[in-house]
């Protein structure tokens, strides 16, 4: 079965710093990634995912995300942070032998402050 | 429709009454999936619809929580007998290929 781990509970960062999230995983095989925001009161958006190729992958809002199957990471960036990248950060793993459940982390709550 | 529909998006109920919610998934994705989010939580797995039956339940909390999905559409997620430990986000989500797509959540408080 997969897991995910976000090491980093809580992140607090200026606006126009850099930014980074960290998500590992553990899975037999390679993973299908994901990263999801969710903002206070809302329902989850998907920023980006990994399926295979090239192990940098871009998505909406500026964000990126790095897969390395050497350390199981998947670590969100965003060079430049702005006040409405404030929210909560959940990273995702799935299975790429069935269509079942996908385990989330427990999610990085970020503050960005003027 | 343009995206994944759930209904109500607020439910305050009393202790010991029984609730639905309702998912109305986005035309044509196959999978379906509802989770839970209690406050400071990540997100729990309840249950997984492939069409209209349901390969996964392993999540339901108990048997007090139940499923269905008709039509290979909209689903209902039915909450017997609440208590206040199910106070939480319950979250709905669809997919066609892999990455969901969540609706917005309904709220249910348990008074």
């Known amino acids: 079965a997969q897991s995910v781990t976000q090491p980093d509970i809580h992140i607090t960062v200026s606006e126009g710093a850099s930014l980074e999230l960290r998500c590992n995983y553990s899975?037999?095989?390679?993973?299908?990634l994901f990263w999801y925001v969710q903002s206070p009161g809302q329902g989850l958006q998907l920023l980006l995912k990994?399926?295979?190729?090239?192990?940098l992958v871009q998505g909406i809002k500026g964000f990126e995300a790095e897969f390395k199957r050497s350390q199981s990471s998947f670590n969100l960036r965003k060079p430049s942070v702005h006040w409405s990248d404030a929210a909560e950060y959940f990273c995702a793993v799935g299975a790429t032998d069935s269509w079942g459940k996908f385990q989330f982390g427990a999610g990085t709550q970020v503050v960005v402050t003027p | 429709g343009a995206g994944v529909s759930q209904s109500p998006s607020n439910k305050v109920t009393e202790k010991g009454k029984d609730v639905e919610l309702r998912c109305d998934p986005i035309s044509g994705h196959t999978a379906l999936y509802w989770y839970r989010q209690s406050l400071g939580q990540g997100l729990e797995f309840l249950i997984y619809f492939q069409g209209n039956s349901a390969p996964d339940k392993s999540g339901l909390p108990s048997d007090r929580f139940s499923a269905e999905r008709t039509g290979g559409s909209v689903s209902t997620l039915t909450i017997q007998r609440t208590q206040q430990e199910d106070s939480a986000v319950y979250l709905c989500?669809?997919?066609?290929?892999?990455?969901?797509?969540f609706g917005s959540g309904t709220r249910l408080t348990v008074v």
């Open positions: 989500a669809s997919s066609e290929v892999y990455g969901y797509t």
């Open positions: 990994y399926f295979s190729g090239d192990t």
């Open positions: 899975y037999g095989a390679t993973p299908y």
